[in-house]
């Protein structure tokens, strides 16, 4: 009888410690699963106050023109997500041309605690405009100086061009196009067009070394030389240079007048000379000058030729409206 309820005694107190156990670890999964719960809940908030914060900052530097720059600190405001409120709190300081914007995002997370988070970005003075070269994209190689071809002139898929000094002219001139260098002069039919030519049309052709430099000459004879709508009637001149060859043309068609000329230049630096035939250079009224319109690197040379007595047009009016209403710096060339 003793031993029996020894047994039976035994096995009540390990059921009792059994359900105990299994209590404690009910009790243990329920605070894990809440604390869970909360650390989910606060890694979502934190996740929507870095949007909220990164929305404020990329509206702080999405600045119009550098008056936005230059402006007042944008007004602290409130933003609610899932039942969360968010209170963003912006500071700006200008320091050396740089803007250092800060957003510090408050919100009282579910259980109880205060929580903040604080992003920070800067932004130089600089116009917005030039944000558009980020758009440009990335080249695979440096791409050399292009020299810009006459009209009429034909390029081949080698990336050479043939163009002829004048539009009657028996000789014509194969380029590089990415240096402006001529290789070769070939002889053609005084009546062919360059934009016809083609490298089969060229048997006759010698190794030529130059550089092409071609523009026009024009003509303002009037006590007000405009240089920007000069259209009087050309005088007859020649072109020269330190070139092996030198050409030039009559151009009037369409109300447009105007010599047109092309020289293959032997030397670096220097410029062509105007010839003329029937009249001179000279300082009085009976007497002309020769202009040189503004030119950089390898640009056309272009002149303008008005009376002897008058200065080159320079700062002063007249402006172009097709030229942004920028006023026309000539220099004086001959004599």
Sequence with gaps: MNARQDQQGASLVEGLVALLVLSLSLVATVRLQTWLRQHSDLARERSEAVQHAQRALETQRGLRDLAAFDGDTPRDACASTNATTFRLEHDTAIQDGLKTGRVTVHWQHRGGNEQQLQLASSTARLAPVYSALLDVPPQDRVLANQRVSGTGARTFPDGRSVVKPTADSRIAWVMDNATGEIQLQCTVAASAQARDLRLEDLPNCEPFSARLVRGFIRFALSATPDPLRANDAPLPLS????????????????????????????????????????????????????????????????????????????????HDPQHNGAPLVTVQHQP
């Design 239 to 318: 072109v020269q240079a330190a070139t092996q060859r030198c050409e030039s043309e009559v151009i009037a068609g369409d109300g447009d007048r105007f010599i047109a000329y092309a020289c293959a230049m032997t030397s670096v630096g220097t410029e062509p000379a105007l010839v003329p035939q029937g009249w001179a250079f000279g300082l009085t009224a009976a007497t002309f000058k020769a202009c040189r319109y503004p030119a950089s690197g390898r640009a056309p040379r272009n002149y303008l030729v008005i009376r002897g007595d008058l200065d080159c047009p320079n700062a002063a009016p007249p």
